[in-house]
Nanobody
């Protein structure tokens, strides 16, 4: 089965930077869109950024300019560079990916386990 593993969460000071990564493993023939979502305490999960297989990106308006999503197709990895972090950025960050396991079948949406980002001075 396909699995996603997120890494890179931790404690960072306001204004600091952090880089998250997510690796896809298992059996599949293609990875389409990949993305990052986050969930703050007491709030619902929200979109952070998306990146298509060819590199086209989409960001939440409030995060555009501070966060950068990228992917390495050779390594089946999606990353999120977070700069100028604020208290409001704290939460659990989840990666996801649309994966085609076999040709001729619909893609499946897979989620990583989440990695905790804490912003504190």
């Amino acid at each position: 089965q396909v699995q996603l593993q997120a890494y890179g969460g931790g404690l960072v000071q306001p204004g600091g930077s952090l880089r998250l990564s997510c690796v896809v493993s298992g059996r599949f023939v293609a990875i389409n869109d990949m993305g990052w979502y986050r969930q703050a305490p007491g709030k619902q999960r929200e979109l952070v950024a998306l990146i298509a297989r060819g590199g086209i990106t989409n960001y939440a308006d409030s995060l555009k300019g501070r966060f950068t999503i990228s992917r390495d197709n050779a390594k089946n990895t999606v990353s999120l560079q977070m700069n100028s972090l604020k208290d409001e950025d704290a939460g659990v960050y989840y990666c996801n990916a649309e994966i085609r396991r076999t040709w001729g079948r619909a893609t499946q949406l897979k989620w990583g386990q989440g990695t905790q980002v804490t912003v504190s001075s």
